[in-house]
DNA sequence: AAATATACTTACTAGTAAGTAAGAATCCAA
DNA sequence: TTGGATTCTTACTTACTAGTAAGTATATTT
């Protein structure tokens, strides 16, 4: 991958997980990057296609991380994935499955596919983290784990939407509600 | 309020709702309603007129509800409160916060101020009620007021996203998930 | 040295966006 | 009944949007 791809694809990203999918043109990409309109299309010739890409890029991320994490216990598990959540509120960005899916009829077909594949993924993943954790009884919540992961994953996409609409932590409170209730 | 203003309004809304405040044109909204796009201007000058009076719209139906509920218990007010988001549910529809806040940097500014207000106003109303109901021993959890309910309002206005974008039924758990651990 | 692939630019198109100025139809009150 | 307010339409402007066709510069391979 040339670099001037992987540019476009960082800034496009920080645009739709700022302003939204529906907000930002190609202008907005090729006038900071200093190259034409037309050298975006070279690279992705529709903006479906970098939409696609981005989704895919951060799905790929999710795996590595989720590899990466595979000896840690539970516990350290889901606090690598709320430290996620935690950097991306340093940079004031929300997260790519509640910047794209609060528009989600609007997305192009193959958007919409990608995004809900790595959104099925990663509630997989946090349900196999809960339930290994009530076996060792490093957690103890009343719920089922399947309940569980909803309003964990739920409520850390929102903390970021909300932190910004309302201009308090709200990620810091839901962190240590997560925590204190599990 | 004439007639053709409310059609206005509510057919805005839903887009805003499905698609998002920057997918739709005031011609989405002319030629379902049969009417000119200059007549969607005469209503609502400008695309944040019309946007703003959504939201002050939506602010002041919470008002009522909140008022009308004044005297049930705190138990009976979060039940009230989780079915204004089923109603949502059967409707296809996310929550205004939610459409509007994950694109909150591409909001015009009178946008962004009132979501902001009324967003303020839902989860101070929500903290009243969570600690009203510790109080009275309704509720037992062990997170303060404030973190609990910044999870309750983050995990609901979540679950109609994530309902569309991962296609199951995501609140039903996040109610679940709420009311056994409250 | 020639051919080829990569990464662009130039220059354009067709369509859509938000918004406005001026005028017409309708209703309602003095 | 006439004058004004309300609610539109007609007709338009300016600006941007996604996307493309054709050509150019540079690097890489053969």
Not at 58 to 68: A, D, L, M, V
Not at 93 to 111: D, H, K
Request: with cysteine.
């Amino acid at each position: 991958m040339s670099d001037k791809r992987i540019e476009i694809m960082d800034l496009a990203e920080k645009l739709i997980r700022t302003k939204g999918y529906n907000a930002f043109s190609y202008k907005d990409i090729s006038v900071p990057l200093q190259i034409k309109n037309a050298a975006v299309h070279y690279h992705f010739p529709k903006k479906s296609d970098l939409g696609e890409a981005i989704i895919l890029r951060t799905r790929s991320t999710f795996q590595k991380k989720h590899i990466e994490w595979e000896q840690c216990l539970p516990k350290e598990k889901l606090n690598n994935f709320i430290a996620l959540y935690e950097k991306n509120q340093s940079l004031n960005l929300v997260c790519l499955v509640g910047a794209l899916g609060s528009s989600y009829e609007s997305l192009p077909e193959n958007m919409q596919n990608s995004l809900t594949k790595m959104s099925g993924e990663i509630r997989g993943w946090m349900q196999k983290v809960l339930k290994e954790g009530l076996q060792n009884k490093e957690f103890n919540f009343t719920e089922t784990a399947e309940e569980k992961t909803d309003v964990v994953i739920a409520a850390l996409l929102s903390s970021l939407i909300l932190d910004k609409v309302i201009r308090k932590n709200i990620l810091k409170s839901v962190k240590a509600s997560i925590l204190k209730s599990i």
